[in-house]
């Protein structure tokens, strides 16, 4: 599936400054993946040390909050578009 996925300014060091790409991809593990293959770096960005999602990072896929659906496994239509989000932490 080919999907769109919004790069957030403090991750476009690994797009060239890109702040959306295309991306391959029926779910979001691929997603993740296929942007690692093309865009070398940004899956530790995205990742832990386990495989799992940061903390602190939040993805969307379209409207939904990946954290509430299946997580890594969350399908990704064809055409979807997936936002990754860093947590702004203030005071």
């Known amino acids: 599936m080919s999907v769109t ?7 476009r060091t690994y797009t060239d400054g890109r702040s959306e790409v295309p ?3 029926a779910t979001l593990s ?3 993946a296929d ?3 093309n865009h070398a770096g940004i899956a530790a960005r995205v990742l832990d040390d ?3 999602l940061r903390r602190f990072v939040n993805i969307y896929v379209n409207d939904d909050d990946v ?3 299946q997580g890594l496994e969350t399908a ?3 055409g979807a578009g997936i936002s990754i989000i860093p ?5």
Do not use: N
């Open 50 to 52: 386990t495989g799992r």
């Open 30 to 32: 691929e997603v993740i």
């Open 5 to 11: 996925v919004r790069i957030p300014t403090i991750l």
């Open 76 to 78: 990704t239509p064809d």
């Open 87 to 91: 947590a702004v932490a203030g005071g």
């Open 35 to 37: 942007l690692e293959k």
């Open 23 to 25: 991306a391959q991809g």
């Open 67 to 69: 954290r509430f659906e």
